[in-house]
T-cell receptor, first 114, second 112 residues
Framework: DAGVIQSPRHEVTEMGQEVTLRCKPI?????LFWYRQTMMRGLELLIY????????DSGMPEDRFSAKMPNASFSTLKIQPSEPRDSAVYFC????????????FGPGTRLTVL | AQSVTQPDIHITVSEGASLELRCNYS??????LFWYVQSPGQGLQLLLK??????LVQGIKGFEAEFKRSQSSFNLRKPSVHWSDAAEYFC??????????FGDGTTLTVKP
């Protein structure tokens, strides 16, 4: 298995532009998580899905952020419009059906908004 | 609601010395506990996990952790640290809803 795949690995954009981050979870996993990591705020859970349905999006910072999971093998996190304070590393993770299953993290997308 | 506290933000140890990273949790039911490691520029990787049974859990890379219910702790240990262990370490508690709550992390520096 290739593990959790994220693209792009690096993204540099200008303030006001739309940014789309992509994630392919491990096949057969029921849960998908989006995290944001910064030096100031650490690791933050933004949203997570169970069987493609959003369960908790209370961590999404603003309406500028949206996430979708159209099928079991693909999810997107979109920021529109982007702002410099959105600069961070965004991680996608997936896990199996039981809550005690560990999460498998992707390599992350480093986003820089100028 | 569950929570995790990692009291040490940064720890420095000499190569070959022993290591203990502290983790305290708060959770109303039987906890599912995890330790993850994050090397620079990488995602988090599972070191070990506790669900039930033996309270001393062995993980990868020579790490172990001991679950102590009376102290609400799940401390990570390694008898002899290698320079490659320098990384950030996260403790996490798993919830019924599938998600885990992560601590703020402890950064480990290894002196030669």
């Amino acid at each position: 298995d290739a593990g959790v795949i994220q693209s792009p690995r690096h993204e540099v954009t200008e303030m006001g532009q739309e940014v789309t981050l992509r994630c392919k979870p491990i096949s057969g996993h029921d849960y998908l998580f989006w995290y944001r990591q910064t030096m100031m705020r650490g690791l933050e859970l933004l949203i997570y899905f169970n069987n493609n349905v959003p369960i908790d999006d209370s961590g999404m910072p603003e309406d500028r952020f949206s996430a979708k999971m159209p099928n079991a093998s693909f999810s997107t996190l979109k920021i529109q419009p982007s702002e410099p304070r959105d600069s961070a590393v965004y991680f996608c993770a997936s896990s199996g059906r039981a809550s005690y299953n560990e999460q498998f993290f992707g390599p992350g997308t480093r986003l820089t908004v100028l | 609601a569950q929570s995790v506290t990692q009291p040490d933000i940064h720890i420095t140890v000499s190569e070959g010395a022993s290591l203990e990273l502290r983790c305290n949790y708060s959770y109303g039911a039987t906890p599912y506990l995890f330790w993850y490691v994050q090397s620079p520029g990488q995602g988090l990787q599972l070191l070990l996990k506790y669900f039930s049974g033996d309270t001393l859990v062995q993980g990868i890379k020579g790490f172990e952790a001991e679950f102590k219910r009376s102290q609400s702790s799940f401390n990570l240990r390694k008898p002899s640290v290698h320079w490659s262990d320098a990384a950030e370490y996260f403790c996490a508690v798993g919830a019924d809803a599938g998600k885990s709550t992560f601590g703020d992390g402890t950064t480990l520096t290894v002196k030669p």
